[in-house]
């Protein structure tokens, strides 16, 4: 099985495709520190905000877009600055900085000759494998930010594992072992005979729809959240819930979880008032609007994206790319 080929729907998923995560070699500190010194080792370094380093001109370069730092750079720049093993991938050690200084990392870009990038710009601007690299990195780097005291006795945390826990100082009554937290929503396509449910904020560019979303609850199903939101924000009763796919967004520790869900009804009413407008979709009012400029999917790094043209594939067999291609040469 040539694993690289392995279908990759969403962006930012199938890491593991390439990366091994090592979890069970976190806590031996002699080796990580082996690993930190290797020739091979690279190093990702973010920002207090998550912007990475990116190379300034890779687009006429091609090929890797990540500005990485190897074991001798990081030493002479960076001193011992801690950084989190993210994973060995390609026989290479790959680690994650976080540099706070503002100061100190604007003039790191210059001497890298690097420019920061945010996570959703370099998105479809990276290769698979580096947009899940950054992703990793930048989900784990705002854990450890905002994870700085323990929530049950209030004492600083202390990263551990290769940067993976974080221990309570308390010793006498604590010492409790703090984790990374994904929080999960659900981002599903309604159908009905033939149509889907699409809805749109106030404050989206004009046109815009996508499928709709939200977080889950506490004693949550995803099914349940699924037929929860669709009811809370457009009225509509859905029945049956199907898994499609799923996409790390860590912006700042989302994983969106995707579903198809068939509705009993198109009757829309809405309850909440998160959406500015809900309504049902044909494909040909699809195809209509983005040829007229009129309709606007989410963005292409999205699972919104992806689950409306796996839909439009499947239902009418028409390929959203080549739509929104012939749209946007218009
Ligand atoms: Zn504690």
New binding site residues.
């Given amino acids: 099985m040539d694993r690289a080929k392995l279908p990759r729907p969403n962006t930012f998923a199938g890491l593991s495709l390439i990366l091994d995560r090592v979890a069970e070699r976190r806590d031996e500190s002699a080796w990580i520190a082996e690993q930190a010194r290797s020739a091979k080792a690279r190093y990702l370094l973010l920002d207090a905000a998550g912007e990475a380093f990116m190379q300034k001109d890779f687009l006429q370069q091609g090929g890797e877009a990540l500005r990485w730092l190897d074991a001798n750079e990081r030493e002479q720049l960076l001193g011992d600055t801690p950084a989190s093993l993210l994973g060995i991938a390609n026989q290479r050690p790959h680690f994650m900085l976080v540099l706070d200084d503002a100061t100190r990392i604007d003039t790191l870009e210059t001497a890298l000759d690097a420019r920061r990038v945010g996570l959703r710009a370099a998105g479809l601007q990276l290769s698979a494998d580096e947009a899940g690299l950054f992703a990793y990195a930048k989900g784990l780097s705002h854990w450890q930010r905002e994870t700085r005291y323990?929530?049950?006795?209030?004492?600083p945390?202390l990263l551990v594992a290769a940067g993976h826990r974080a221990r309570?100082?308390?010793p006498e009554?604590?010492?409790?072992l703090h984790f990374p937290r994904t929080d999960a929503a659900v981002i599903m396509l309604v159908e009905h005979d033939g149509a889907c449910l699409l809805g749109r904020q106030a404050g989206w560019p004009p046109g815009r729809y996508s499928t709709l979303a939200g977080f889950v609850e506490p004693g949550e199903s995803l099914e349940d959240a699924v037929r929860r939101e669709v009811a809370e924000e457009a009225g509509v009763i859905v029945d049956e819930v199907r898994y499609h796919s799923s996409q790390p967004w860590p912006m700042p520790a989302s994983l969106m979880v995707g579903f198809i869900a068939t509705a009993v009804s198109r009757q829309i009413s809405k309850r909440d008032h998160e959406l500015e407008d809900a309504r049902w979709f044909t494909p040909k009012q699809i195809v209509d609007g983005l040829a007229d400029g009129s309709f606007l999917p989410s963005m292409a790094l999205s699972v919104s994206y992806h689950l409306l043209a796996h839909w439009l594939q499947q239902r009418a067999g028409l390929d959203l790319d080549e739509l929104v291609a012939n749209s946007n040469s218009r």
């Fill in positions: 323990c929530a049950h006795c209030g004492f945390l309570c100082t308390n009554d604590c010492g409790r």
